[in-house]
């Protein structure tokens, strides 16, 4: 049995002076090397839960733990983030005047790493994805495919620990979706690294080792394949 | 890549905004530019003045602020040249006075035997024969202001007198001015016996040190008088603490119209990019590095707009120079200094101007910012 990485407890998350209740008490663990998906409609609060496994937000009640110790009392998040996870969006979140090969290099400023170092990197990991001949594109002129590419280039810039990506292919046709679960998938399975993707897409979520459904800010199930 | 080069691809995503915050900035360090450069070129004209004529000291009686010092009674000389090392002591008298359609010129009288009149060059003419003769020499400048020339009257206040000689003076302010025997500006201005300012020359080879307890002496013995040397007299002078009062006031509201320029720039820059710092926060940047990318924009924008703004400011000296009102009384100083100044007051505008949208920008939520379109 693997090392837990990310313990969940009783986690609930609310909104508007808790008029709005995203998460109404989530309790897991995320092993090392695990691909899990997390999977529920729109607004049930997986991209609420993402958010707060990725230290992006704070639990209104309840703690997560990563590697045994709270995210509450990590002191600096930036730097917990930078070094360990790395994220991948529905919307790319690409910066529009850096070409690609700058856009993956940019969380690299985090590291103690020479420019030129950081160039090599960037390069590596976009030829990695496919991209070794789009290093000096502009995102505007790159397909929506290609744009998630550069994302998933970008979020495993800085070797993280824990990959977390909220709807990677919620922006794209299903031969890009597909190309792109493939591409995390292989990271996955070459680097072993942990992996949680959001989705409302059964399609997708399929692609993971497990499956946590979500319905109205309560997991409902919990399966390994 | 560079950090740097995401500051200047950032800036180059709204180039005529930037174009124009760099054009405001450029304007406010302009104006620095030029009136400290009149200002300091009007008080080393000064100074230059004190040199040419060869005074270690100048002695006047403290008064309250005006143009030119009090006048006081011209026997006092005799008292300083009783003091150590004091060679030579000569009163002269010095006014504003507005001559005929000139504007208020300076008009010196100085004692026909005295050390002041060896640095002088007498172009044409001579100098007054006598203290009774009616007789003025003028300046070069003075000459071209007041269209006159060798044998012309000149009216000042109730007299007239005849253009004697005109001559030229290495210190700029005396270029400008009228010069007549010590006796005649006495009697037009009805200071009998008096004078304004008391220069001192020491013997030669006389050390700083030996300067400087002259001074003190003079301070300590001769209560309500004042000792100044060249340099000092120049900066004390009321006239030109004038002029640098006005033109630090003048630089110090074009830099804050400036500094507001460029917070509104940069504050827009942030609003425009919430959704972007959100990105770079969520990623893992941390909120000092997106206070140094701010800062180093607006840096960026001001430090263009000081050289731009330097280069405005010296082209605006040379036409400030050609005025009427300035032609041959004033040189601005161009000087490295003045650069130097020039660009450290605008990289000071930027992290002003920059600061507030700095700390807003990196204060910004990842997720609320993330959301933001």
Same mark, same amino acid.
């Given at each position: ?16 002076? &808790? ?5 109404? !008490?989530? +309790? ?33 009640? &309840? ?24 994220? %991948? ?55 929506? &495919? ?23 292919? &919620? ?44 319905? +109205? ?9 | ?33 030029? @009136? ?21 000291? %100048? ?41 005929? +359609? ?13 050390? @002041? ?18 007789? %003025? *020499? ?20 109730? +007299? ?21 025997? @010590? ?11 008096? %004078? ?27 209560? !309500? ?34 500094? *507001? ?113």
């Amino acid at each position: 049995m693997s090392a837990v990485l990310i313990e969940v407890r009783d986690v609930q998350r609310s909104f508007d002076e &808790g008029r709005v209740q995203a998460l109404r !008490g989530a +309790d897991f663990t995320i092993e090392e090397g695990e691909f899990a998906a997390i999977v529920g409609p729109s607004g049930c609060g997986k991209s609420t839960l993402l958010q707060l496994l990725g230290a992006l937000d704070e639990p209104s009640e &309840g703690e997560i733990l990563f590697r045994g110790k709270s995210l509450l009392e990590i002191p600096d998040l930036c730097r917990f983030r930078a070094q360990t996870i790395g994220f %991948v969006f529905q919307s790319f979140h690409l910066l529009p005047t850096l070409t690609a090969l700058e856009n993956v290099q940019i969380p690299m400023f985090e590291m103690p790493w020479s420019a030129a170092e950081r160039r090599r990197r960037a390069t590596e990991l976009l030829k990695s994805v496919g991209l070794g001949e789009r290093l000096h594109h502009l995102p505007p002129k790159m397909s929506g &495919g290609e744009r998630q590419r550069v994302a998933i280039a970008r979020s495993l810039a800085n070797e993280p620990q824990l990959l977390l990506a909220d709807e990677p292919t &919620g922006n794209l046709d299903s031969a890009n979706a597909k190309r792109v679960m493939e591409h995390l998938q292989s990271i996955h399975q070459q680097r072993g690294m942990t992996m949680v993707v959001v989705t409302h897409d059964w399609n997708i979520a399929n692609f993971a080792d497990r499956v946590i459904r979500i319905l +109205d800010g309560r997991i409902i199930s919990d399966n390994r394949t | 890549m560079s950090f740097l080069t995401i500051v200047f691809k950032n800036l180059l995503r709204r180039r005529t905004r930037s174009l124009l915050t760099i054009a405001g900035i450029a304007i406010g360090i302009a104006a620095v530019v030029a @009136l400290t450069s009149i200002a300091w070129g009007f008080e080393k004209s000064w100074e230059q003045a004190y040199r040419a004529r060869g005074t270690d000291l %100048v002695v006047t009686k403290i008064t309250s602020q005006s143009p030119m010092p009090a006048p006081f009674n011209e026997k006092f000389a005799a008292d300083l040249l009783k003091l150590p090392r004091v060679k030579e002591v000569s009163g002269l008298l010095t006014d504003l006075i507005s001559i005929e +359609d000139a504007p208020t010129t300076l008009v010196f009288g100085w004692a026909l035997d005295s050390f @002041l009149w060896d640095h002088l060059k007498v172009v044409k003419g001579r100098k007054p024969s006598g203290d009774d003769e009616k007789a %003025v *020499v003028i300046g070069t400048v003075a000459a071209d202001m007041l269209r006159k020339s060798i044998g012309a009257k000149i009216h000042i206040e109730a +007299d007239e007198f005849t253009i004697c000689g005109i001559f030229e003076s290495t210190a700029l302010v005396e270029n400008g001015a009228v010069i007549m025997s @010590l006796r005649q500006l006495q009697r037009v201005t009805e200071n009998t016996g008096k %004078v304004n300012f008391l220069n001192v020359k020491l013997e030669p080879g006389s050390t700083q040190e030996q300067v400087e307890s002259l001074r003190k002496t003079i301070k300590e013995r001769f209560a !309500g008088f004042n000792a100044f040397t060249s340099s000092e007299v120049a900066q004390s002078n009321t006239a030109i603490q004038a002029a640098k009062g006005m033109s630090w006031a003048t630089s110090l509201i074009a830099l804050i119209v400036g500094a *507001v320029g460029v917070t509104n720039t940069m504050l827009m820059s942030v609003f425009e990019r919430i959704h972007e710092i959100g990105i770079l926060l969520a990623i893992g940047w941390r909120r000092s590095r997106i206070v140094r990318m701010i800062l180093y924009e607006s840096m960026a924008l001001s430090f263009l707009g000081g050289l731009a703004g330097v280069a405005l400011g010296f082209v605006a000296i040379k036409v400030i120079q050609t005025t009427p009102m300035i032609h041959g009384k004033i040189e601005g100083e161009i000087s490295a200094a003045l650069f130097g100044l020039a660009i450290l007051v605008a990289l000071a505008l930027g992290v002003f101007g920059g600061l507030y949208p700095a700390v807003r920008g990196s204060r910004l939520s990842p997720t609320a910012a993330l959301r933001y379109e």
